[in-house]
C-alpha cells in the first residue's frame, strides 16, 4: 500500500542552523513526491517536486530511490521558514497521498 | 492565472444541523477538484475528489457528502453534523492533463460543531 511517513511532528531549530526534515514513503511504482509548505495564516502552497530538482527558498530534496525517502533540507535556517510542512505522494493519475506533517520552528 | 475560493471562512455549527461548504475555481477547466480535511498530527485526509461534473469518487465513509453541479464548482454537505465532524476543511485543485499531478489549495474553512 502507498504510505508517507513523516516520523517528526515538531523540530526546532536555531536560525542559521541547518534544517531536515524526513519523509520516507512506501510505493510499488515510480514515485513522483512533492514538498507542501504551510505559513502562519496562509494557504497550503507547493515547496517543491522531485522531478523538478530545484531549490526553492534555499531548500532542496533528493528522492533516494533505495532509501525510499524525500527528505527536505537547508543548510541555514531562517526564521520566516517557520511553517508545517507536508510531504506528499502520488499514487495515481489523480490523487496524492500525504504525510502527517512537520511543524517546524526556528528560533533566533 | 488560476484562482480557487472557497467560503464560508469559519463557520459555528450546532450537532444536528446541515452543513454547505462550497468551492469554485477560476481560470481553468476541466479540473480534477479534491476535499481534505486537515487534523492536528494527522496530516491530510482525503475526503472525496471529482474529475468532472457529478462524478464523485468518495475516499473514507462518513457523514459527509460532495456534490460537483458545474465544471468548476465543488460542495461538500452534511444532512446532520457530529462533533466529529470539526475540523478544518480544504479543497484543492489539478490540472487535467497528463503529467501535472501537483494539487493547489483553497484557503480553507475552519468549522467548530457545537
Known amino acids: 500500500a502507498q504510505r508517507v511517513t513523516q516520523p517528526e511532528k515538531l523540530l526546532s531549530v536555531f536560525k542559521g542552523a541547518p534544517v531536515e526534515l524526513k519523509c520516507n514513503y512506501s510505493?510499488?511504482?515510480?514515485?513522483?513526491l512533492f514538498w507542501y509548505v504551510q505559513y502562519s495564516r496562509q494557504r497550503l502552497q507547493l515547496l517543491l517536486r522531485h522531478i523538478s530538482r530545484e531549490s526553492i527558498k534555499g531548500f532542496t530534496a533528493d528522492l533516494n530511490k533505495g532509501e525510499t525517502s524525500f527528505h527536505l533540507k537547508k543548510p541555514f535556517a531562517q526564521e520566516e521558514d517557520s511553517a508545517m510542512y507536508y510531504c506528499?505522494?502520488?499514487?495515481?493519475?489523480?490523487?496524492?497521498?500525504f504525510g502527517a506533517g512537520t511543524t517546524v520552528t526556528v528560533r533566533a | 492565472s488560476q484562482t480557487i475560493h472557497q467560503w464560508p471562512a469559519t463557520l459555528v455549527q450546532p450537532v444536528g444541523s446541515p452543513l454547505s461548504l462550497e468551492c469554485t475555481v477560476e481560470?481553468?477547466?476541466?479540473?480534477?477538484l479534491y476535499w481534505y480535511r486537515q487534523a492536528a498530527g494527522r496530516g491530510l485526509q482525503l475526503l472525496f475528489y471529482?474529475?468532472?461534473?457529478?462524478?464523485i469518487s468518495s475516499e473514507v465513509p462518513q457523514n459527509l457528502s460532495a456534490s460537483r453541479p458545474q465544471d468548476r464548482q465543488f460542495i461538500l454537505s452534511s444532512k446532520k453534523l457530529l462533533l466529529s465532524d470539526s475540523g478544518f476543511y480544504l479543497c484543492?485543485?489539478?490540472?487535467?492533463?497528463?503529467?501535472?499531478?501537483?494539487?493547489?489549495f483553497g484557503p480553507g474553512t475552519r468549522l467548530t460543531v457545537t
Open positions: 506528499a505522494l502520488r499514487t495515481n493519475d489523480y490523487k496524492l497521498s
Open positions: 510505493y510499488s511504482g515510480s514515485p513522483e
Open positions: 481560470g481553468t477547466s476541466n479540473p480534477n
Open positions: 484543492a485543485w489539478k490540472g487535467s492533463g497528463q503529467g501535472f499531478y501537483e494539487q493547489y
Open positions: 471529482s474529475v468532472g461534473i457529478g462524478q
